[in-house]
């Protein structure tokens, strides 16, 4: 029933503005007085107003057709915190610019929508939006409002969107990183360095490039070899490890707890460098010699449920 | 750039919202009666104010000046109203001029510059609602581009203040075009609606007021004054087409009847009776006559605003079409509408040799045989003019063609009574030779009467239809042979030598082709054009159909057959092609298509720098053919240094750049450009 609607739902909205109100008013006192007198002169101007209207809806349907959208963080989103999310709005395959548009995430938190005074055909632009998820977990598949009241803004015409390769995942809010982390010390066992984000001075390795990342670690050799951009992860100084382990399973309430504690700990891990290893139940799915750790155990926090099962995240990513 | 603390559109859009809004000035300057005065000081007023907005000047204070300034614009609509014109239309134009006034001196914020657009669009309909002049096409695809142009401004305005950004460079080419592309395809669209919005409840006569006086010879009486005046006027009162024309009839040569007068009192001719009867109507056809002569012949006839409320129609007409309200007639060959003074459009279905017998049938009455008192000398000379003939055709005949020797047609020196025409002066115009004959006629026994209408006018080939000006005004008589009303036109023919007739050139007629166009299809377009239209272009494509299905289905159809299936594979190969779609890549050379697109600066920059050999390759970043071609020109260094933080921090953020960097970035990728292209020339 709910495909049978959104099939029968129009691909378009329209809302009327302010001034769109008084024009269509005004139109309608014209047809008024048009058939009043008979004089065709104006009809003539009646007709003018509708072909306006007619104008307003081609020039603002060339305007969204054909703009794709992209979403992604732009720094690391945690539960109840404020982060920011990109939005890229390309008109690669337009051959009208797209102008005065606005694109709104279909998210919970997401803030204001961003706002693209000019597209150019064949260009893109990026926008950073406020951000602030309510929990944890991979964001759900959402659609994007694209908008605009180009060009005369007498009606707002808004489609939905879905956004290209949109893989969101949120975070466990962090908890107090006064309190103990669970688990217990693991020792040096490691054997080797933990990664320490980039304060190190030898390259560990290589790794995704996300937004926030200076142009300065990007590994061009890497970014050219693989096609997408690469950033160096260099190593740090050899630090005792931990162990953070998740009891499963627990009850919905006391698990949430944990987790948020099992984010923070991770957290002050790799921002003192210290190697651990993230345990859910009897399972170590997090070692110190995993590569990309910090982004691997942040997101086995956010996706891991109260039985211990994990639940479908990101692309390529699983057990 | 801010006024008054508030964003300001830059570029075409700024000039194209100012213009908008005084572009309401120039129909009421040129197509209305509207107060000069008024509009030029609103002209005035918009002058003064684009400047001061374009300067940014402060106006505190001002609002006060402007309550005063509007109070002295109401003031003058109520004396306008009260004790000048005495029109309300024009006394709110008046009020609207001044509330105009005032808004273009003082401030504007986003919400005045939709007002300032709506009272241009009023002042766009006052002008709209009181002329009828083909210029005014020309205002509306003027006002339909600058509408479309400040709407767009007042969007980009409204949309860069809810954004909290400034509002986006427009490019100035790009701008005009789309504009231009707006004002055509609206245009087109406008005439498209005018076509297909039903006429519901329209009337057919335009209430405008006409300037012109009565034209000579169609009032209640007519006397043998002075016509120069008349003769010289080359103003046009009717267009008038034939679609059906019976053959060996020459539209010139058709008389058109404005009136007919019956009575002389050896001074005046004045008109028998009253019109108090209603002319039978049947749909939109109103039956002036039993039709019994055939072929019919049929005219169109498009009148000019005169000042008098008359029908004019040829000599045996039998109906008449169109939508014209009442018609009432003294069922003498005198009709008049119920509303004069105005355009007006319909057909006349007549018989080119004149009069068919009347569905009521009238004598020609006592009336059409009286002669004024003292007139013997007239029964004398009618006798011996007359006397040959057998018949009252062909004493008739005799009469009129006694006119053609001795007499002469003049307008300087005539004779001031029918009897000075007849026996000393001999020297006249078109009313000496109608009076002159009729008397003859009545003399000699036969009813006769003057009629007055048009004669002759311009034939146009670029429109194949009949310009007729009120120089082309002309009297004749009619008189009663054979039971019917034949004409018989006495004066000399003037024809194209005549030092009255005018005449356009091929680009007058062409300016009139218009004109007449204009008037036929937008001012007096109606119902049932439109109706004619749909039923007309409904048979058409069942014609064509059953064309087509015909050419098909004959044995020796073979070629049409192959015919449609060659366009159907064509149209399905287009089709195909335009699904398939020719684009052009989006990415400057060494990009793929999984990368973020650049902007346009950016991607300009790029190519331009691989056209000086700095060939983009994998791993070869922007910033290493930057470095590397303006390592070449130290003075670029600085720039390049300052133009590639900017484009990390565009690129890659943290966060997008603010709109004056993102206009520096621009600015200094094309000026890098530029330095590098030169260079390269060099």
């Known amino acids: 029933m709910k ?188 054997g080797g360095k933990a990664a320490r984000g980039r304060e190190g001075t030898s390259i560990r390795g290589v790794r995704d490039h996300i937004p926030s990342d200076p142009v300065r670690d990007i590994h061009w050799k890497a970014s050219a070899r693989l096609g997408k951009w690469m950033v160096k992860e260099r190593e740090a100084e050899p630090a005792q490890g931990i162990d953070l382990l998740l009891p499963v399973p627990s009850p919905p309430q006391e698990f949430e707890r944990l ?25 170590v799915l997090v070692s110190p010699e995993t590569g990309g750790r910090r982004r691997k155990a942040l997101s086995i926090l956010a996706r891991v449920t109260a039985d211990g099962s994990l639940l479908p995240g990101e692309k390529g990513e699983g057990l | 750039m801010q006024t008054e603390g508030r964003v300001r559109i830059p570029g075409v859009l700024w000039f194209s919202l100012r213009a908008h809004w005084a572009s309401g000035l120039l129909p009421l300057a040129f197509l209305t009666e509207i107060s000069r005065t008024a509009i030029a000081f609103a002209a005035a007023a918009f002058v003064a104010g684009a400047v001061l907005d374009w300067t940014g000047s402060s106006r505190r204070g001002w609002h006060r000046a402007g309550f005063f300034l509007l109070a002295t614009g109401a003031a003058a609509a109520a004396a306008d109203l009260f004790f000048g014109s005495g029109d309300l239309l024009a006394s709110v134009v008046l009020l609207v001029l001044g509330v105009q006034s005032v808004k273009f001196l003082l401030p504007k914020t986003h919400r005045d510059g939709w007002q300032l657009c709506a009272i241009s669009f009023l002042e766009f309909l006052a002008a709209a609602a009181t002329t009828t002049e083909i210029q005014f096409a020309a205002f509306l695809f003027l006002f339909l581009g600058l509408s479309a142009g400040a709407m767009w401004a007042l969007q980009a305005e409204e949309a860069a203040e809810a954004g909290g950004i400034a509002v986006p460079r427009t490019r100035a080419g790009f701008t005009v075009l789309t504009l231009l592309l707006t004002a055509v395809t609206g245009f087109c669209l406008t005439a498209v609606m005018f076509a297909v919005t039903p006429r519901i409840g329209i009337e057919q006569f335009l209430r405008r007021s006409g300037n012109r006086g009565g034209i000579t010879g169609f009032s209640d009486a007519i006397s043998l004054r002075d016509v120069t005046s008349v003769k010289v006027d080359r103003r046009i009162v ?29 001074t005046k001719w004045k008109r028998g009776r009253s019109l108090h009867e209603r002319v039978q109507k049947a749909g939109s056809y109103y039956l002036l006559s039993a039709q019994k002569a055939a072929p019919l012949s049929s005219a169109e006839i498009l009148m000019e605003p005169i000042g008098y409320s008359v029908l004019f129609v040829y000599p045996g007409t039998v ?17 008049r509408l119920s509303a004069g003074k105005s355009a007006v459009r319909y057909q006349v279905h007549f018989a080119p040799g004149g009069s068919p017998p009347r569905i009521r049938s009238y004598g020609p009455g006592g009336a059409t045989l009286a002669l004024p008192p003292g007139s013997d000398d007239i029964r004398e000379l009618a006798m011996q003019v007359t006397s040959p003939g057998e018949s009252d055709a062909e004493r008739g005949e005799l009469a009129r063609q006694f006119f053609l020797s001795g007499f002469r047609y003049t307008l300087t020196d005539v004779a001031s009574s029918v009897q000075e025409f007849l026996f000393r002066k001999r020297a006249g115009f078109c009313e000496h030779y109608a009076a002159g004959l009729t008397l003859l006629l009545r003399a000699a026994g036969i009813p006769a009467r003057v009629a007055t209408g048009y004669l002759g006018g311009e034939w146009s080939d670029v429109g194949k239809y009949l310009i007729v000006r009120q120089s082309d005004a002309h009297a004749w008589t009619e008189g009663w042979i054979g039971g019917r009303w034949v004409t018989l036109d006495a004066t000399p023919p003037l024809g194209e030598d005549s030092p009255f007739f005018a005449r356009m050139g091929r680009i007058g007629l062409y300016l009139d082709w218009a004109k007449q ?82 902007s346009r600066p950016y991607a300009r920059l790029l190519r331009s720098l691989s056209a000086g050999g700095h060939r983009r390759s994998s791993g070869t970043p922007l910033e290493d053919m930057l470095s590397e071609a303006a390592g070449k020109i130290p003075s670029l260094l600085p720039d390049a240094a300052r133009f590639l933080s900017l484009y990390h921090r565009d690129r890659f953020g943290p966060g997008p750049l603010s709109s004056g960097e993102s206009a520096e970035a621009g600015r200094l990728a094309n000026l890098l450009r530029r330095g590098l292209f030169r260079t390269d020339a060099n």
């Not at chain 1, 964001?139 to 489609?159: G, I, N, W």
């Not at chain 1, 099992?262 to 009897?282: F, H, I, K, M, N």
């Not at chain 2, 040569?253 to 019956?262: A, F, I, K, Q």
């Not at chain 2, 594979?569 to 650049?598: H, N, Q």
Request: proline share 9%; aromatic share 8%; net charge positive.
């Open chain 1, 259 to 283: 987790v948020s504690h099992a984010c923070a700990s991770v957290l002050t891990c790799e921002r003192q460098g210290v190697p651990y290893r993230l345990r859910v139940g009897d399972r």
């Open chain 2, 238 to 266: 009717a267009r008038i087409e034939f679609p059906e024309l019976a053959p060996g009839v020459s539209p010139p040569e058709l008389h058109l009847r404005g009136g007919t007068y019956t009575r002389f009192d050896g």
């Open chain 2, 517 to 598: 166009r204009w008037n036929k299809y937008v001012v007096n377009y109606s119902l049932q054009m439109q109706a004619k239209a749909v039923s007309g272009g409904w048979f058409a494509l069942r014609r064509s159909a059953t064309g087509i299905r015909r050419a098909i289905r004959r044995p020796d159809g073979q070629v049409a057959r192959v015919a449609a299936a060659f366009v159907l594979a064509v149209a399905a190969f287009l089709l195909a092609w335009r699904m398939r779609g020719r684009r052009t890549s989006p990415f400057p050379r060494g990009m793929r298509k999984e990368d973020v697109p650049l």
């Open chain 1, 3 to 190: 495909n049978l609607l959104r099939a029968l739902r129009l691909p378009r909205k329209l809302r009327v503005t302010f001034p769109g109100k008084w024009f269509l008013v005004l139109t309608v006192g014209v047809g008024v007085a048009a058939i009043n007198t008979g004089n065709n002169l104006l009809y003539l101007a009646l007709s003018m107003n509708l072909s306006l209207i007619i104008l307003s809806g081609i020039l603002s349907e060339w305007c969204l057709r054909g703009l794709r959208v992209r979403v992604g963080h732009v720094s690391e989103a945690f539960a109840s915190r404020e982060s920011l999310l990109s939005v890229t709005c390309s008109a690669e395959s337009k051959r009208f610019p797209a102008i005065s548009v606005s694109v709104s995430p279909g998210i919970p938190g997401a803030g204001k929508p961003a706002r693209f005074p000019e597209i150019p055909p064949g260009g893109a632009d990026t926008r950073v939006v406020p951000y602030r998820p309510g929990h944890r977990g991979p964001v759900p598949a959402f659609a994007c409002t694209v908008s605009t009241r180009f060009p005369f803004a007498l009606f707002e015409k808004s489609a939905e969107v879905t956004p290209l390769e949109s893989s969101l995942i949120v975070y466990p809010e962090p908890g107090d990183p006064d309190v103990a982390p669970p688990g217990r010390d693991m020792g040096d066992h490691a």
């Open chain 2, 319 to 335: 109906s008449v079409e169109g939508a014209l309200g009442e018609i009432r007639t003294d069922g003498r060959g005198n009709y």
